[in-house]
């Protein structure tokens, strides 16, 4: 799918610093190679090479220059599918584990970037903000059910009076408050991570498109400069996949969104629509996020279409959201605007697979990437070392391939996503 942007993204331009990794110049063996340098990758890398592993990493572009590089930035605990509903299609059993990793999938971010010191303007607290009055009895059943039900305290429900105490808006009517949720800087944590993995003996390749592989007894990775020998193959492509793997393809459909930074914001102005510093998402099929960058700027992610081409004018196309909660944000400027490329399952949970002997994947992560990427990487290292028991909770998960293969599934999906756009204008 689609490449462009990344380089006028705010995040390119606000990165710490320019890593360069090269391309391998020869055939050469490893235990496991990657395919894939964004957060599936890289934790993958890491988490093997701190467990003994010799490592390849094979990225067709630049580190991060996908999805992982470019996204809202926002961490949550929980899924896309309620726990009770995972209880009906996994058992209860793997539902409460679910919950639990992802609960631990965000604690593993804030445990990395501790621990390799990633620069990354990690900041605590996420809402999750109700658009229309009839979705607050859901949030407040929510908050209840996580309290009490699954033992989790450190979500709590607002009213409306306090939502817009909070971010300076009457646009909404109740928010589910994760305290432990929060919010990062997306490509110095994915460019940390890297410097991580290199640490550990990772070898990072860029711009080595994977052409084929082979699994089977002898797996092997065929790039245009040469053939990587491997014991085990990780797919960590996500909506980038394209027809790498068939099959694995048939469970994703790759959707494109796109987000705006504005101008610095006067200390007013971001003190009445943010002054936590929170991030915020709201309940609408069709998403709108947004946070304020560490200069203070207005991050606001809104708006998606599935072509491969990005709207001519990113900024316009994402502004009327923002201008839709914010109207006193008209005369802002936008400084940067951009998108990018993530992958969404027919279920909205990730697709985790045992694919072949010896070749794993982990993708479709339908918008919660960050934190249940990061896990997703350390996961893959556990199965890989032969404790594939978690690993295995989330490839228990039914995941249907979409209607019509790679090359259908595209026009049932713009007829469903066109359905609920309408759903989110009705009252």
Not at 125 to 144: P, R
Request: proline share 4%.
């Amino acid at each position: 799918m689609n490449n462009e942007g990344f380089e006028a993204s705010y995040y390119a331009q606000s990165a710490n610093e320019t890593l360069h990794f090269s391309p391998p110049m020869e055939d050469h063996e490893t235990d496991v190679c990657i395919i894939g340098g964004g957060f599936t990758g890289l934790s993958s890398a890491l988490h093997l090479a701190k467990k003994g592993y010799k490592v390849t990493l094979l990225e067709a572009h630049k580190v991060a220059s996908g999805a992982s590089g470019r996204n809202g930035g926002q961490l949550c605990q929980g899924h896309n599918i309620d726990h009770e509903s995972l209880c009906r299609k996994a058992g209860k059993t793997n539902a409460d584990a679910l919950w639990e990793m992802s609960v631990e999938s965000v604690e593993l971010v804030q445990s990395l970037v501790k621990e390799h010191q990633i620069d990354c303007d990690l900041k605590m607290g996420l809402l999750h903000v109700t658009s229309k009055a009839s979705h607050v009895k859901h949030a407040q059943e929510t908050v209840e059910y996580t309290n009490s039900v699954l033992g989790y305290e450190s979500v709590q429900f607002l009213d409306a009076q306090s939502v817009e105490d909070k971010l300076g808006t009457k646009s909404y009517h109740g928010a589910e408050y994760y305290t432990e949720g929060g919010h990062l800087h997306p490509l110095n944590y994915a460019l940390g991570l890297a410097k991580a993995a290199q640490s550990y003996g990772v070898n990072i390749c860029e711009n080595t498109r994977v052409i084929d592989y082979q699994a089977g007894n002898a797996p092997s990775v065929t790039t245009a400069k040469g053939t990587v020998r491997a014991k085990f193959i990780v797919f960590a492509c996500n909506g980038y996949l394209g027809k790498l793997s068939p099959d694995a393809a048939k469970k994703i459909m790759p959707i494109n969104n796109f987000i705006l930074a504005t101008e610095p914001l006067s200390e007013a102005i971001y003190n009445k629509i943010n002054p936590l510093d929170v991030a915020v998402a709201d309940s609408k099929f069709v998403v709108n996020y947004f946070r304020l960058s560490a200069d203070k700027r207005m991050l606001w992610g809104g708006g998606e279409n599935y072509r491969s081409r990005f709207p001519k004018d990113i900024g316009s196309f994402v502004k009327r959201h923002m201008l839709a909660v914010y109207p006193e944000l008209e005369s802002t400027k936008i400084d940067y605007s951009w998108g990018g490329t993530l992958a969404i399952t027919l279920n909205r949970m990730p697709y985790f697979a045992h694919q072949e002997k010896n070749v794993f994947i982990a993708q479709g992560y339908s918008g919660h990437g960050v934190a249940l990427s990061t896990l997703g990487g350390k996961l893959i290292a556990e199965a890989v070392s032969g404790t594939a028991e978690r690993f295995d909770v989330f490839s228990s998960i039914p995941s249907a391939n979409f209607p019509g293969g790679t090359l259908l599934r595209w026009p049932g999906l713009v007829a469903g996503m066109l359905y609920y756009k309408l759903r989110d204008q009705l009252p």
